[in-house]
């Protein structure tokens, strides 16, 4: 083979990279959002395709060079996405029936070369797989935030408005997340509590509900404040429970954890673990922050290259070398 | 004054009543969803105007009979739909300028003639209101589906939907929920657990969100069961929360208490008021159904009408009357 073209689709931001069968990234390129239902069939089709276009620039190279393409995304299983990305590509020159696979396994994925183990993300949604012989076995959780994704980013950033409204509204404590909710929604200091609990429901209801997941990142830095420290462990508890639901006792290996809410707070993922362990030792977890590696090792997988440890490293290593100074700028 | 009409919207249906000046209800009309806000100014507008026509026909009254229209809906302070239901009523010869009310201070009159007490309303929705001297003085939650609406029919329904989810993801303890949700949303019993979860959550995304709240009833149906009676128990403590938050020391008199959940479980409202009470003794809850009787008493009011005990009581059983055996069918 010459190279590989493995494409990680996210809600917010598409990545692509090329990649030889010796694990080396030679190309990285990045696209606006991949999610075929937030965004719509068409717009995905389109990023990917840009970032597509964009790593095989970086490298240098021609579409003809790429053996295959893979993808991984959430919701990449519809129709008309698939077929609406299987034009552009092969517009572009590029084959034109791309592999699919699991954004979660994607993501387990850029944590390890390893076949066994677990998978938790917390990101906007939040959702946990197992692992075993380097298929995604089982899943549990990734039901959206209006029936699932507990402990996500919507999860906490929703339970965040809620108390600041409740402090407002003196149905619950006083918490520092009422001022914190005001300041980030720009509700003026001044405002008598029922206006501003007005103001702040009216900014909320205007935006897309998903949005509310902005708001995490509040109960985080209100750390020591009681409110906001409940919903965090509340959502540690959550998240325990998801990775318990899919823990098994024959598939020993690591915990790979990502998502931006996982990534960012050191804390949650040590609270995480320890509900999960129980009496037992908390195992270790292995942090990433997107599925970009993970969807370049199943790529490789799938044109036959079999990634040990040290083609892994040569990824891991490549790969942010690449998204450091990409090539070419 | 010869009549007033008054008219109770809500967001599934429309009441309009005329009264005479001694509490006399001579005309009841129905219409469909007077919520400008989930069906739009001009269905709301339209409803309105023909649940007033309705009851005129039901009186055999004319337009010109009627003196003062009064209005009582939630959201009905928006211009365009004021605009709107202005025109349709001048174009049916009533008085082009209602007098617009707080549905849940109306809610509050269809349960007693007095001035002085307490609203506690759960239906979709929920929210609290304390009344002094006639007049709507506080207000507590009321805030959507999305960020309050602690212990309505949607937060009850959601929990109901999440509960049966987390069983069948393994992340949550059995409850006979499950069944009861697969059974009302006609998941074939056969259906393994990860199909069965895929199917629930398709049908409720492709559902408008509050359409949770059509649940809610299983959590009743399903008493003894643990998780039912725990999410039972949290609404009561809500709406006890939300009652508390606009109660003072200066305002007694009764507990008028609302909506399809209230009004359809004795048991909450016991627990809602225990819960308020604490080590008190509990004040007895009036129950109503709408506000339908409640409006009629305000337009009375607007149009300096006396409401004493005499001729609420008069209006309470007129209304019924209409309502059952309405003037003209």
Chains 1, 2 share one sequence.
């Not at 964009?54 to 077929?83: E, F, K, M, T």
């Amino acid at each position: 083979m010459t190279a590989v073209l493995a494409i990680d689709a996210g809600g917010t931001s598409t990545r692509a990279l090329l990649v030889d069968a010796g694990g080396r990234c030679r190309g990285f390129g990045r696209g606006a959002s991949g999610n075929p239902i937030s965004s719509g069939a068409e717009v995905a089709a389109a990023s990917m395709a840009s970032s597509a276009l964009a790593a095989l620039a970086a490298a240098g190279a021609a579409p003809a060079d790429v053996d295959l393409v893979l993808l991984a995304a959430a919701g990449a299983g519809s129709g008309a996405h698939r077929d609406e990305l299987g034009r552009r590509l092969a517009e572009s020159g590029l084959p034109a029936r791309p592999v699919f696979a699991s954004d979660l396994l994607a993501m387990f994925c850029s944590g390890t070369h390893l076949l066994h183990g677990y998978g938790l993300v917390s990101g906007t949604g939040a959702a946990a797989i197992r692992v075993d012989d380097g298929r995604q076995e089982a899943v549990a959780d990734g039901l959206g935030w209006l029936l699932g994704d507990d402990g996500s980013g919507f999860w906490i950033g929703q339970r965040v408005a809620r108390a600041a409204l409740a402090d407002l509204d003196g149905r619950g404590p006083g918490t520092a997340l009422t001022t914190a909710v005001r300041t980030r929604l720009d509700v003026p200091a001044g405002l008598p509590a029922r206006e501003a609990t007005q103001a702040l429901a009216g900014y909320v209801y205007t935006a897309r509900p998903v949005r509310l997941a902005d708001l995490a990142v509040l109960a985080f830095d209100a750390a020591g404040d009681p409110v906001a420290d409940a919903i965090v462990t509340g959502a540690a508890r959550a998240l325990a429970a998801t990775l318990r639901a899919v823990s098994s006792p024959e598939v020993t290996g690591p915990v790979v954890m990502g998502g931006g809410v996982l990534a960012r707070n050191p804390a949650l993922r040590d609270a995480v673990l320890a509900t999960y362990a129980g009496e037992g030792d908390a195992p270790q977890p292995l942090v990433v922050h997107d599925g970009a590696v993970g969807a370049a090792v199943l790529a490789l997988r799938e044109a036959g290259v079999t990634v040990d440890e040290a083609v892994f490293g040569t990824l891991v290593r490549t790969v942010a070398a690449q998204r450091e100074y990409p090539a070419g700028h």
